[in-house]
């Protein structure tokens, strides 16, 4: 089993700077990548941003540029900042991990909203 935590998320302004969490606990080391996702009022879950267990980063394509995914595998953690906020990206960010026993496990997500 595998839990995941996010935190980090509130209100900001347009332009800002934020730096959402996931913490990971529980049998962490069969995790092959963990991905940020986000799901705005009325729309799917999409990815924005993958990392693997070897540090291999991947974004999806309208969300390159402003997002920036990075891990501390000593805590572990995987951060998601997110630079120059604007209001499209208000939604509420799921934090995701793939396992190689072929699970896959969901934190609870953490609300972002982007005020103009």
């Known amino acids: 089993q595998v839990q995941l935590v996010e935190s980090g998320g509130g209100l900001v302004q347009t332009g800002d700077f934020l730096t959402l969490s996931c913490a990971a606990s529980?049998?962490?080391?069969?995790?092959?990548?963990i991905g940020w996702y986000r799901q705005a009022p009325g729309k799917q879950r999409e990815l924005v941003a993958s990392?693997?267990?070897?540090?291999?980063?991947a974004y999806a394509d309208s969300m390159k540029g402003r997002f920036i995914i990075s891990k501390n595998t000593a805590k572990p953690r995987i951060y998601l900042h997110i630079n120059s906020l604007k209001p499209e990206d208000t939604a509420v960010y799921y934090c995701?991990?793939?396992?190689?026993?072929?699970?896959?496990?969901w934190g609870q997500g953490t609300q972002v909203t982007v005020s103009s």
């Open positions: 529980g049998n962490t080391s069969v995790i092959v990548v």
């Open positions: 995701n991990a793939q396992t190689y026993t072929h699970n896959t496990y």
């Open positions: 990392i693997t267990s070897d540090g291999t980063t």
